[in-house]
Nanobody
Framework: EVQLQASGGGLVQAGGSLRLSCAAS????????IGWFRQAPGKEREGISF????????IYADSVKGRFTVFTDNAKGTVYLEMTSLKPEDTGVYYC???????????????????WGQGTLVTVSS
C-alpha cells in the first residue's frame, strides 16, 4: 500500500524559506513520479514541481522556478520541496502525490497522480 505524508508547513514572512517533506512508503522514486501540488484558497489545485526517476528529472511551474527545489533522500524514502524567497501568493495547502510508472516532463493536472498525502498548510505573510 502506498502511503504519503506531507509535513513542514507553517507561517513565514515574505522572503523567507520553508522545507516541506513528503515521507513515502510502498513506492520508490526510481519507478514513479512524485509531485508537489498546492491549492490556494478559492483556487484549483495546481502542479508546482514534479520529479521522475528520483533526481534525474525535475520540473517546475514557472511561478516557482528558481525559488523552489525538489530533491529526494532515497535512504529515508522522503521527497523534499525546498522553498525560498517565498511570496504571499505561495500561500496554500501543499500536497505530495505519486504514481508508479509515470515519467513527467511537463506540469500535468492532479488527475495524473493516483496516490495522495494529506496537505500541509503554508502561509506567507506580507
Amino acid at each position: 500500500e502506498v502511503q504519503l505524508q506531507a509535513s513542514g508547513g507553517g507561517l513565514v514572512q515574505a522572503g523567507g524559506s520553508l522545507r516541506l517533506s513528503c515521507a513515502a512508503s510502498g513506492i520508490t522514486c526510481d519507478h514513479a513520479a512524485i509531485g508537489w501540488f498546492r491549492q490556494a484558497p478559492g483556487k484549483e489545485r495546481e502542479g508546482i514541481s514534479f520529479i521522475s526517476r528520483c533526481d534525474a528529472d525535475a520540473i517546475y511551474a514557472d511561478s516557482v522556478k528558481g525559488r523552489f527545489t525538489v530533491f529526494t533522500d532515497n535512504a529515508k524514502g522522503t521527497v523534499y520541496l525546498e522553498m525560498t524567497s517565498l511570496k504571499p501568493e505561495d500561500t496554500g495547502v501543499y500536497y505530495c502525490a505519486a504514481r508508479e510508472g509515470l515519467v513527467v516532463t511537463v506540469i500535468v493536472p492532479p488527475s495524473y497522480f493516483t496516490h495522495w498525502g494529506q496537505g500541509t498548510l503554508v502561509t506567507v505573510s506580507s
